[in-house]
């Protein structure tokens, strides 16, 4: 799950935002909203998020440069969305200096989201992996994973504690087999050590004979027969970052 946060001085905007997302019919465990109706508050909110993946800022506050909201946002997340909302939707110089994703049109609110939620999704698409647990539709970090084990025919996605996914839904049990996720898997850094598990090579701390220590500690073994080429592909990984 994505989390957007809205900082705007208008209950009355926010709600019309949350509003035009439901329209556009995204899948409902795809995102969160999180509101703050003044600067102020939103500023001291900050040390205190932990995960934010989009902001949608209120260009013109009462008493407020939205710069200046925007400045403190990304002392925080460096690497986040930064979508201005506004009236008039025309950057200015200054604008830049804080790497805006885009520009939502209060007056046109639902195109304009749904362009910048569409680019979004689009370039995470290509660093997550959507699986299905009961009839819902779950999104999943791969950098998140620590390994893929296998239960019965189903695929078990076994989650880093440092992921916000961790608390709903570790560990994860998918409708997918195992054999089909670790086949989804193979364009990202992973490998089976194991008949019984597939490991996400980018949590690996140590490999020490035949034990693996991951990076929450948790140790698995490498099969003899799994040796050479889990040796092989955790060295091909190390050479290519």
């Known amino acids: 799950m994505f989390t957007i946060a809205i900082c705007d001085d208008n209950l009355a905007d926010i709600n019309i935002i949350k509003q035009n997302y439901l329209e556009l ?10 509101e703050f109706t003044s600067p102020d508050e939103f500023i001291t909110a900050l040390p205190q998020i932990k995960y934010l993946d989009i902001l949608l800022l209120d260009m013109y506050m009462p008493d407020y440069c939205g ?85 019965h025919s189903h695929a078990v996605i076994n989650l880093s504690p440092s992921s916000r996914d961790y608390s709903l839904y570790h560990p994860l049990k998918c409708k997918e087999s195992y054999e089909d996720l670790c086949e989804r898997v193979e364009k990202f850094p992973f490998s089976s050590p194991h008949n019984s598990y597939c490991v996400n090579l980018q949590q690996i701390k140590k490999i020490d004979g035949y034990d693996i220590t991951l990076s929450n500690n948790e140790r698995l073994t490498v099969s003899r027969s799994h040796r050479f080429c889990f040796r092989r592909a955790y060295t091909s990984y190390l050479n290519s970052i």
């Not at 019919?25 to 999180?34: A, H």
């Open 25 to 34: 019919n995204f899948n409902s465990n795809l995102f969160e909203f999180i």
């Open 67 to 151: 710069h200046i909201v925007a400045e403190q946002f990304r002392k925080h997340f460096p690497k986040a969305y930064l979508v201005f909302i506004s009236n008039f939707p025309l950057p200015s110089l200054d604008d830049y200096k804080f790497f805006p994703a885009g520009y939502i049109d209060k007056k046109d609110i639902s195109v304009s989201l749904l362009r910048i939620l569409a680019r979004f999704l689009s370039e995470k698409m290509t660093s997550t992996i959507n699986v299905h647990k009961g009839n819902s539709d779950i999104l999943i970090n791969i950098k998140d994973i620590l390994y893929i084990s296998k239960d």
